[in-house]
């Protein structure tokens, strides 16, 4: 299998047993004939390995084992029902990675291998990645990343529900990849608070995809209407900090007994309507209709659309923090220099006085002291504005007629440049499923101009045919509270001719439409440096560079003769 040199997330999800409907049941430690309804009107195929996983081998592994020589076992994280997970180390790449371990004798081993596999030919940076299954020495172990940045979902809702913009982050980003892994076939049926993780860079991010159903034996008639109740589920979790169902579950507690599923707006004060009214659409997705006579979302690309179409919910603004009120000294407070008692301690000052401001000049020598004062301040006015004016005019005479790019008059005489903007994160944006080298990414801001990220050859240009391609982009984070004015890129090739557009996002989603962007300025050029000037900066934490032509260039060691680009480094000033 490819590997991948990013780090990693957990494996099994050993907390939060339970279900994602109130009727699916636990999976027992044998795996004996288990029948399990991952959905309401849906249910699981009923395993037929009674007692198999029973006699499977037991796993004689411990702390310190090592697989393929290179795999060094850490702690083990579940064991559960024939098989194990741990968290492991990669001697050969010094990295933290996840292992799932299953006896080669075991019913499910052959679907779990075959569920790796086939999650691991996806490459969706959404999820967490697959790395390595193979079959040996009587086991099958299933090697997959480790994220020590990201949190899982569970912990998040432990300290409270979320935000409106994050709980519209997170409803977005999932139903997209969802839609996307099955489009290529693949389902989860396992979507649960403990499968969801949140990077620091406010990413979600999907482990166990296929795995985690394969592991546990579970299969379902319409897996797509499974997994959009499932992130119907996550969404009302992450609205209420309640479990949309009667039973607790992954740390929250349920809903009252006997009152039924109710909209998340009943249940807290406060939720979003819109949000809470998409919540309902995905898990009362049976043929019901939801509120307000809206159509049931009854697949992951239904619930994705019917997030597209809501307005954008913008994040909160950061809270200013006031400095420290203005306190006075000893000195001010009349304290100091009075004499202690014996006891040491000061005695304190009587309020003073209040003394009346002295009274205006109201002789008539006075009255004449003041014009005379008044008529020289204005003289000395005039004569100074009209020798500032005179200075500037000369000045501006002796100037070129251009200024230079970046900098503009501030009203003052005064030039005011822009500053270099430190970026964040980035990912490869690519709203067609179809990536081009999403691991070259961090080399557009290295401050290495050796190092490039590079699109594949297309046979069709310079601008893009857009049936097959429509184009390919970077999406960068900048952090909260900037305006860009300009993004500088360096690029590989020249020629007629690349053309970049930049856009304002909502986030680092790969996938996010590119009509739900704000266009803020775009470039045509035909040599190594494409530059977009934004005429009206606005707030934009999120920007994306749209490419849509590219010069024709010879091939290389790295790629095929044709249309193609390769960005060398990124700069952005605000």
């Given amino acids: ?49 009674t007692g198999a996983a029973a006699e499977a081998n037991p796993l004689e592994l411990h702390s310190g084992h090592k697989l393929a020589r290179r795999y060094r076992l850490e ?13 492991a180390v990669d001697e050969k790449l010094r990295r933290a990675v996840g292992v799932h371990v299953v006896p080669a004798d075991h019913p499910r081993a052959r679907s779990v291998l075959a569920a790796a596999r086939s999650a691991a030919l996806l490459g969706d940076p959404r999820f967490v990645q697959v790395l390595d299954a193979v079959e040996e020495n009587d086991l099958v172990y299933v090697v997959h990343e480790w994220l020590p940045d990201a949190t899982e979902l569970t912990a998040v809702l432990a300290a409270g529900p979320l935000e409106p913009h994050d709980a519209y982050q997170l409803v977005s980003q999932v139903s997209q990849a969802m839609a996307a892994a099955h489009r290529e076939g693949l389902a989860h049926l396992r979507l649960n608070p403990g499968s969801v993780l949140r990077t620091e860079s406010g990413q979600y991010r999907i482990r166990g995809l296929a795995v985690m159903a394969a592991l546990r034996g579970i299969s379902v008639d319409h897996p797509q209407r499974t997994d959009t109740e499932a992130i119907g589920a996550l969404l009302y979790a992450a609205l209420t900090q309640r479990w949309p169902y009667e039973a607790d579950a992954y740390g929250l507690s349920g809903l009252p007994k006997g009152v039924g599923l109710i909209a998340p707006d009943q249940v807290r004060a406060g939720v979003h309507r819109g949000l809470s009214e998409l919540a309902m659409r995905a898990l009362v997705n049976d043929g019901a209709t939801a509120s307000r006579q809206d159509q049931p979302c009854t697949t992951p690309e239904e619930l994705a ?45 009587p309020p003073a006085a209040s003394v009346p401001p002295p009274p205006p000049l109201q002789s008539r020598t006075g009255k004449a002291l003041k014009w005379t004062v008044s008529a020289l301040l204005i003289a000395a006015l005039g004569l100074g504005s009209w020798q500032l004016a005179d200075t500037l005019l000369k000045e501006e005479n002796k100037s070129s007629p251009g200024k230079s790019t970046g900098e503009k008059d501030d009203g003052k005489g005064a030039k005011v440049g822009s500053k270099p903007m430190k970026i ?38 310079p601008d893009l045919n857009p049936v097959f391609k429509k184009g390919v982009g970077l999406v960068y984070d900048l952090g909260a509270g900037h305006k860009p004015k300009t993004a500088t890129l360096g690029l590989k090739y020249g020629g007629d001719h690349t053309t970049v557009s930049l856009y304002a996002a909502d986030s680092l989603s790969s996938s996010a439409p590119l009509s739900s962007m704000r266009k803020l300025a775009t470039t045509t050029t035909s040599g190594t440096t494409a530059k977009l000037t934004v005429n009206r900066p606005e707030s934009a934490r999120y920007v994306v560079l749209w490419m849509t032509a590219m010069p024709q260039a010879p091939g290389d060691t790295y790629s095929d003769p044709g249309y193609k680009q390769a960005i060398t480094e990124v700069k952005f000033t605000g």
């Fill in 305 to 349: 659309k019917a997030v597209a179409a809501m307005p954008r919910i913008r994040p909160p603004e950061p809270a200013f923090t006031p400095s420290p009120a203005y306190q006075r000294t000893t000195y001010q407070q009349g304290v100091y220099g009075q004499q202690a008692n014996r006891g040491g301690t000061a005695h304190p000052a």
């Fill in 75 to 87: 702690e083990c994280v579940t064991r559960l029902d024939g098989f194990s997970s741990w968290r």
């Fill in 1 to 49: 299998m490819a590997e991948r040199s990013t780090a990693a997330v957990d494996v099994a999800d050993s907390g939060g047993e339970e279900p994602l409907t109130a009727e699916a049941g636990k999976a027992t430690a044998d795996g004996a004939g288990t029948k399990q309804k991952v959905g309401k009107g849906t249910e699981a195929a009923v395993t037929d390995d």
């Fill in 424 to 461: 964040q994160g980035a990912a490869e944006y690519y709203p067609d499923g179809n990536p081009q080298h999403t691991n070259q990414v961090p080399l557009t801001y290295d401050d290495d101009p050796d190092t490039v990220w590079r699109s594949k050859s297309y046979d069709e240009g």
